[in-house]
């Protein structure tokens, strides 16, 4: 069965330091999410993907995070300068044209220290 | 901004048990999700519900769509212990954007 795939699952990095968190969505999916869940708390949205362009960001979306497809298969978030802040689980989605949930990967658990 | 309110916030119960879960929102929503969610793992879909009134099980759960499109609940019928886990409801609105917007979720412990 198709899935979303996330890599790495656990990234360590210093306040301060760029990171970059990987995702292949499923093949035939057009609409690309990115979403994060601090630890115990409930699952918010970042940003929204479609057409090679963001349809929405939320607020935490600020200027230090930015997504990219840099081809046919791969979805990136970076974080320019982590903070402590930014610990949380990030999680990549995935929906297609047809149906409009979406598929979620395992996430990576980014820590900062 | 939309909000959701999921409850309850936790529950416990005995193997066997029949469970049930709602959402209610601020405003009304096109499309209701519930997923449920392991410990360290990603969320995964259960049901999908995209019309008002719509009534959908997916083997012993059961989710409905409420007729106001503001609420929604999952019930989980004769409850087994891999039941345990996290279970959320997000709501979706039409366009291009997609995004969910996330209830709290709900915490179910099963007592074998």
């Known amino acids: 069965e198709p899935e979303v795939t996330q890599t790495p699952s656990h990234q360590v990095t210093q306040m301060g330091q760029e990171v970059i968190l990987r995702c292949v969505p499923i093949?035939?999916?057009?609409?690309f999410y990115w979403y994060r869940q601090i630890l115990g708390q409930k699952v918010e949205f970042l940003v929204s993907?479609?057409?090679?362009?963001?349809?929405?960001k939320s607020e935490i979306f600020d200027d230090q995070f930015s997504v990219e497809r840099p081809d046919g298969s791969n979805f990136t978030l970076k974080i320019r300068s982590t903070k402590l802040e930014d610990s949380a689980m990030y999680f990549c989605?995935?929906?297609?044209?047809?149906?409009?949930?979406?598929?979620f990967g395992q996430g990576t658990r980014l820590t900062v220290v | 901004g939309q909000q959701l309110n999921q409850s309850p916030q936790s529950m416990f119960i005995q193997e066997g048990e029949d469970v049930s879960m709602n959402c209610t929102s601020s405003?009304?929503?096109?499309?209701w999700l519930w997923y449920k969610q392991d410990p360290g793992e990603g969320p995964v879909l259960l049901i999908a519900l995209y019309k008002a009134g719509e009534l959908t099980s997916n083997g012993r759960l059961t989710a409905q769509f409420g007729i106001t499109r503001k609420d929604s609940f999952l019930n989980i019928s004769a409850s087994i212990p891999s039941d345990v886990g996290i279970y959320f409801c997000?709501?979706?609105?039409?366009?291009?954007?997609?995004?969910?917007?996330w209830g709290l979720g709900t915490s179910l412990a099963v007592n074998p």
């Open positions: 405003s009304i929503f096109n499309t």
């Open positions: 997000a709501g979706q609105n039409a366009g291009n954007n997609r995004k969910l917007i």
């Open positions: 993907f479609y057409n090679n362009e963001i349809s929405e």
């Open positions: 093949s035939n999916h057009l609409y």
């Open positions: 989605a995935s929906s297609s044209t047809r149906n409009t949930e979406a598929f």
